[in-house]
């Protein structure tokens, strides 16, 4: 049993990949699976369904790492070539294994389909590996040990890699190896640029211990931080990085708006819910985006009624019963404006709050007054309307996102307060 730090390599195979005709979502997937249960990823690397780059690239790999997972060029068709490269690479005859050849043989049956000679080869492995059972495919992965070190082959095809992953490599790496526990936690910060960000959180940033890291994962409009670190007690490193998040709450509790994965559509959600909330929107420049995020959450019908995409001045003016003398005096985008359609959407739909946006997402519209990425946004509840202006920038889909954004983190600290 390997009791030092131990190290993994992923290896994706598939021209598919490399011509950017799919995203390599299974590298993201492994890497995450892997260091929550404990492993270190060191490298992730694409290369072509070539014989000589899978050879080339599993020695050198070898060479640096404890573990190499493989993904990619197993199946029944002449283009998949992994496994003959690796029974070339540990010398090995291919031979019918009698259990893949069964697990094969019945899930063809149970689907009524008639095994062909070229899916009984599926079952062709190289002797010196164990056959990994494919509960989701024809494809077995293939398990081989070298000198004390792993190489795992699996499908390329999500489902199947991640049912081989999850029910048997993981499993089996624990016992071969003894890990470290690696714990994460991420904060999730919208209303803040990450500069202004690294400077609010500078003191506290540089009163963290050495085992914890942070790291700053931003993307438009959101910016998370993330803490990392490592040790044999697990419960230890939860506490110790639980306590540094709640002095980062003291220090910075209104950029912060939930944890790990959830976004800001989510949070909204749950206060909404909370509170027995309902909650419309009036979108000109966002389009029906807020709506979009709000309805994608499950169960969202519970507080969410309805949207109206305004885009033209005739509809806020007939519908949203905006004042016609103010589009014209004041302009769509303006404070007059957007107040008059959160208050419109609420009292057309008949709920606790409303969201509404009007705004120059550009690239073109803008004037001297109103440049590109003018962005009004309002909320309204019964007794009360909240507005405020942004200037975003001159990108279009940026400038959509986070107006949707931020007109939900005002609908959040509208609920909070």
């Not at 190499?68 to 070339?88: F, Q, R, S, V, W």
């Not at 509790?253 to 419309?280: M, Q, R």
């Not at 419109?344 to 009007?358: H, K, M, Q």
Request: net charge negative.
């Amino acid at each position: 049993m390997v009791t030092s730090k131990t190290t993994v390599e992923i290896i994706n195979i598939g021209d598919e990949i490399l011509i950017g005709q799919i995203v390599n979502t299974n590298a993201s997937w492994m890497a995450n699976t892997m260091n929550n249960s404990g492993f270190s990823v060191t490298k992730v690397t694409v290369i072509a369904d070539e014989k000589d780059a899978i050879l080339q690239n599993l020695h050198n790999a070898l060479n640096r790492a404890d573990i190499i997972l493989l993904t990619g060029g197993l199946g029944p068709t002449n283009d998949d070539i992994t496994k003959h490269a690796l029974a070339e690479y540990f010398n090995s005859e291919l031979k019918i294994d009698k259990e893949a050849l069964q697990n094969v043989t019945e899930l063809f049956a149970s689907r009524k389909i008639e095994l062909t000679e070229i899916n009984r080869l599926q079952a062709e492995l190289p002797v010196v590996c164990s056959a990994i059972k494919n509960s989701n495919g024809t494809a077995p992965g293939m398990w081989f040990e070298k000198e004390g070190k792993i190489v795992v082959s699996m499908p390329g095809v999500p489902m199947e890699m991640k049912g081989i992953m999850t029910d048997y490599v993981i499993p089996k790496l624990k016992i071969f190896f003894v890990t470290e526990e690696i714990v994460h936690k991420t904060i999730m910060t919208h209303g803040i640029g990450e500069s202004h960000l690294a400077e609010a959180i500078k003191e506290w940033e540089d009163a963290l211990p050495e085992n914890i890291k942070l790291a700053y994962l931003p993307r438009p409009g959101i910016v998370r931080l993330r803490l990392s670190s490592k040790g044999n007690d697990r419960k230890s490193i939860i506490h110790e990085i639980n306590n540094k998040i709640q002095e980062l709450i003291f220090t910075i509790p209104e950029y912060i708006f939930g944890y790990d994965d959830i976004t800001l559509e989510e949070a909204v959600g749950c206060l909404l819910k909370k509170n027995s909330a309902t909650i419309s929107t009036a979108e000109s420049c966002t389009g029906g985006t807020i709506a979009q995020k709000l309805t994608r959450i499950p169960g969202s019908s519970e507080y969410f009624k309805g949207s109206v995409v305004a885009y033209a001045n005739e509809i806020k003016e007939n519908l949203l019963k905006v004042s016609g003398d103010d589009l014209e005096k004041q302009g769509a985008v303006s404070q007059q404006v957007v107040e008059q359609m959160a208050t419109g959407v609420r009292e057309l739909f008949n709920t606790d709050y409303a969201i509404s946006t009007s705004g120059i997402a550009g690239p073109d519209g803008g004037t001297p007054d109103k440049p590109v990425g003018t962005i009004w946004i309002a909320v309204a509840s019964k007794n009360e309307v909240k507005s405020k202006l942004f200037h975003l920038g001159n990108n279009r889909e940026r400038n959509i996102e986070r107006s949707a954004l931020s007109g939900l983190n005002m609908v959040r600290q509208f609920l909070t307060d």
